[in-house]
């Protein structure tokens, strides 16, 4: 990692991933385009728990796709939404997280990556009878990460979904998760469209080789200052 800090200003782009048709909704994400202004883990742990997103990307190489993962409280070798933003605003075709290499193609309006289920942390799935239930749930007490489901309509893999990391570092709920979508086609062994969230729509395929491609719109909110 190159550790020259160039400016003592930070610039971070804040996007919406995952969102609905009309744009609304989606996962928010700090992207920190020039990593070298925070070089160390220490401080960008410290401006991920500042900015207080579900994560925030550090890009330590634009041309080559190395990026760094953190939420506000734990650094990530992988994240669904973090990849598909930074992918999408740096222009790439290919990111280089921690896990490893990660494909990335446009599809009009839908950004989509290449991943491995395995990549994902781990987390629980937990299947409910209806997607009023999962509508219904009350947030859970810290402890387990849980990925609360059910279908919509399962001919047309449709479901609808929650997320609750339950790491109790302010991120009660997640709007759009894209790793537990990824456990989740890999259990099912089907494509699916996944309403998460007050609204957020993330897609997904399965491949060959394991391989999960993962699929949403990316739109850019505003330009912070640190």
Known sequence: MNTTVTSSATDIDVLRVFCAG????????????????????????????????????????????????????????????????????????????????????????????????????????????????????EVPEPGEWIYAWAWEEEAAGRIRARAFPGRGDGIDEDEATGAAALLLTAELGRALNITQGRGSQILTAPGPDGVIELGGRVRLERTLTR
């Open 22 to 137: 009309d744009g609304r909704f989606g996962n928010a994400l700090g992207v920190v385009r020039d990593g070298r202004t925070h070089p160390d883990e220490a401080s960008r742990q410290a401006l991920a728990k500042e900015l207080g997103f579900s994560e925030t990307v550090f890009v330590d190489d634009p041309e080559r796709g190395d990026v760094d993962i953190y939420t506000p409280g734990v650094r990530l070798p992988f994240a669904g939404h973090p990849l598909v933003g930074a992918a999408w605003l740096l222009d790439l075709e290919v990111v280089h997280p921690p896990a490893g290499e990660v494909w990335v193609r446009g599809d009009g309006e839908f950004t989509w990556i290449e991943a491995r289920a395995e990549w994902a942390p781990p987390r629980t799935l937990r299947r409910y009878a209806s997607a009023w239930e999962v509508d219904a749930l």
